[in-house]
């Protein structure tokens, strides 16, 4: 029997590429997000490349009663969660703080870090109750600094890396293994989600230098998951070569 890997934020980027390459190495998988068009065509391909099982929940993590309703109801064969993969999470606007725009405050609070606690206080039980499970949180370089304009981002992904610490001592004796990756630049939908949709400013986040991709943070998921019992890995901080902390980046 196929472990079971349940990924929030599967529709695109760096969620979509973990979703295959745990299906790639034998994973039957639960993937969640807001794009139902977008689940059910990686569901499809999914099945087709990979020939593993896959539920696709269509999901808004910051909607705690929705979360608890979906894991909840999940199919008796579904229940044996054997890896969270809390990847959901997005920055919005870059304003100061002395100019930030509440609702761009309040959806980057409630996705990245109210949205990652309800799903582990969901799923969690579910791997005390079998002595056993792994949970990896997708943070960011974002959590170990702090730059201009990314003031409420940062605080969220500072407050992520400290409840995985957290959530490490607290799961400890019940078997269950914590990790965190924190990426440096990624190059996905995530500096078109934070320029609200600019392509043009987009882009630039990424001219003169070959990012991260996807795929990149995929293989570091796909390590972690894959270490022997005894051993866990607790934060890998990844960054491209050009990259060397949050602000600076050799562009050519």
Not at 44 to 68: G, P, S
Not at 207 to 235: C, K, M, Q, S, W
Request: charged share 25%.
């Amino acid at each position: 029997m196929n472990k079971i890997a349940f990924i929030t934020g599967a529709t695109a980027g760096i969620g979509e590429a973990c979703a295959k390459k745990l299906a790639k190495i034998g994973f039957d998988l639960i993937i969640s997000g807001r794009r139902k068009e977008n689940l059910e065509k990686l569901k499809q391909k999914i099945i087709a490349d990979y020939h593993v099982k896959v539920l696709a929940i269509e999901l808004d993590v910051r909607n705690q009663k929705e979360v608890e309703s979906k894991i909840n109801s999940l199919p008796k064969e579904w229940i044996k969660i054997d890896l969270l993969l809390n990847n959901a999470g997005l920055a919005v606007g870059v304003s100061p703080v002395q100019e930030g725009i509440i609702d761009d405050w309040e959806r980057m609070i409630d996705t990245n870090l109210k949205g990652l606690l309800y799903i582990t206080r969901t799923i969690s039980p579910l791997m005390i109750e079998r002595k056993k499970g792994q949970i990896i949180n997708i943070t960011s370089i974002a959590g170990k600094e702090v730059y201009p304009g990314g003031n409420v981002y940062c605080a969220t992904k500072h407050a992520v890396d400290a409840i995985t610490k957290g959530m490490r001592i607290d799961l400890l004796p019940h078997n269950i293994k914590v990790s965190s990756i924190a990426p440096g630049m990624v190059e996905t939908e995530f500096s078109l989600v934070r320029f609200k949709g600019d392509e043009e400013k987009a882009e630039q986040v990424y001219n003169g230098f070959t990012p991260l991709y996807a795929e990149d943070i995929a293989e570091t998921v796909e390590f972690i998951a894959t270490r022997p019992a005894h051993v866990n890995i607790n934060d890998i901080l990844i960054m491209p070569a050009n990259q060397a902390s949050a602000r600076d980046v050799n562009r050519v």
